[in-house]
């Protein structure tokens, strides 16, 4: 009979003592999937906000022009159609001016990348004389507009010059440069392209913080400067690298600034696509001897189309890429 009480008085704890651990786990639980569903709502949100408006122009973009005007269609289209893809394509140059701004913008970004990666290391590890002006004017590349030096790279390229050499071998003219990709690529190799100043800054940042014992070790096994660079700071920072190259891309996939000062020769894209209002008339005009105004409603239209078709290759872009940009924003701390 003792034995019996005695276990009874023991159970009766453990069964309290279970019922605070369900209690505990349910709590828990619920604080989880409240957490979670919270973060859902809040992503789905974001996400909606973003995708939102691109639903809208490619429904948009599918609709003839009478449904711009019928009240009743909210987003889907009573009459699908292509043709708005022909039209842009025709008043854009496509394909040719896409696959010129696409070359370009590979060319511009890979000589930004190198420029800014070895002025970026040079500026984390070495001490050179008047080093804080040089990365003040590094800063300012970032805070001033390119549009208050346009007068001089108008001057500077249209009569490029080097100390009259140039001239001396050219029967005393000098080159007008203003029409070719050459500026542009000289700009982005010294480091005075669009943007350079904020990838100097990633990478500045990046390398400085890289513990120097890494070098040194390479220095006692005999690596020299150079080939301690290639070898030992490069591949570390390939995710940092790479995001640079991201944003160099595409800024330079719709910059409007840079290309119409240097590339007027070529068909680029973002061009054609800003100045696709003035070419509408002559477009829907040609082969008719009544003049046609361009509804407003159908240049919108016409322009969601061009914005889409711009955006795609970007998109795309951010897909195979968005694992190392990620990994490029989570680096941080040292890796001592």
Not at 81 to 99: C, E, G, H, Q, W
Not at 185 to 211: A, D, E, H, W
Request: charged letters at 15%; one cysteine or more.
């Amino acid at each position: 009979m003792k034995t019996d009480a005695s276990a009874a008085l023991k159970a009766k704890p453990t069964k309290a003592a279970d019922k605070r651990d369900k209690k505990y786990v349910f709590k828990s639980h619920v604080k989880k999937y409240s957490i979670s569903i919270a973060r859902g709502l809040l992503l789905f949100g974001l996400c909606f906000m973003i995708i939102q408006p691109m639903i809208i122009r490619f429904a948009t973009s599918l609709m003839v022009e009478s449904d711009l005007y019928d009240t009743t269609i909210v987003l889907l289209p009573r009459n699908v159609t292509l043709d708005n893809y022909r039209i842009v394509a025709d008043l854009t140059n496509f394909p040719k001016s896409m696959i010129n701004t696409l070359w370009t913008s590979l060319l511009v970004s890979i000589c930004q990348v190198i420029a800014c990666t070895l002025v970026g290391y040079g500026f984390a590890r070495y001490s050179f004389p008047l080093k804080k002006f040089w990365f003040a004017c590094v800063v300012l590349l970032i805070i001033v507009p390119p549009q208050t030096i346009q007068t001089s790279l108008y001057v500077q390229f249209a009569s490029f010059d080097i100390f009259g050499i140039i001239k001396a071998l050219n029967n005393g003219k000098a080159l007008n440069l203003r029409t070719s990709v050459v500026p542009y690529v000289l700009m982005s190799l010294t480091c005075m392209g669009l943007k350079n100043g904020l990838y100097i800054y990633m990478l500045r940042q990046y390398f400085k913080g890289i513990p120097k014992s890494l070098e040194e070790a390479a220095y006692v096994d005999g690596c020299s400067t150079m080939h301690t660079f290639v070898k030992i700071m490069l591949p570390d920072a390939v995710p940092t690298i790479a995001s640079c190259f991201l944003f160099s891309f595409v800024w330079q996939w719709t910059d409007l600034f840079y290309s119409r000062n240097f590339l007027s020769s070529y068909s680029i894209y973002s061009v054609q696509l800003s100045s696709i209002v003035s070419r509408m008339s002559r477009y829907f005009n040609k082969g008719s001897d009544v003049a046609m105004v361009v509804p407003n409603a159908r240049q919108q239209q016409l322009i969601f189309v061009g914005v889409l078709i711009c955006s795609v290759p970007l998109i795309i872009l951010y897909c195979f890429t968005q694992r190392t940009f990620v990994e490029s924003i989570a680096m941080s701390g040292s890796k001592e």
